[in-house]
């Protein structure tokens, strides 16, 4: 898979690393993938952390560490839903 960007090589590097830690897949869904990678990259890039696109920030930092992917709601929405809200890990 390729990316536009370093920065999204990285991301995505580090979300499969990630998924195989924790026994979880990515989604074989390339648009899925390309969507959550840029969307959180750019998080990355404007705010200075990985945080999850699909989570809304409320701009205290230390609140917002509970967003950055992967957040603290994955495990629980991948053993409810199958997939974590952005659909970027599944069960």
Known sequence: MKFEG???AEFYDRCKKSAEETGY??????DVITTA???ICNNK???GEWYCFC???SGDKEEDKKIICPCAARARDVEKRGACKC?????
């Open 6 to 8: 370093d920065l999204e």
């Open 25 to 30: 897949k990515l989604n074989t869904d390339w």
């Open 37 to 39: 990678v840029k969307g």
């Open 45 to 47: 890039k404007e705010y």
């Open 55 to 57: 989570q809304k920030r």
């Open 87 to 91: 659909g970027l890990y599944l069960k």
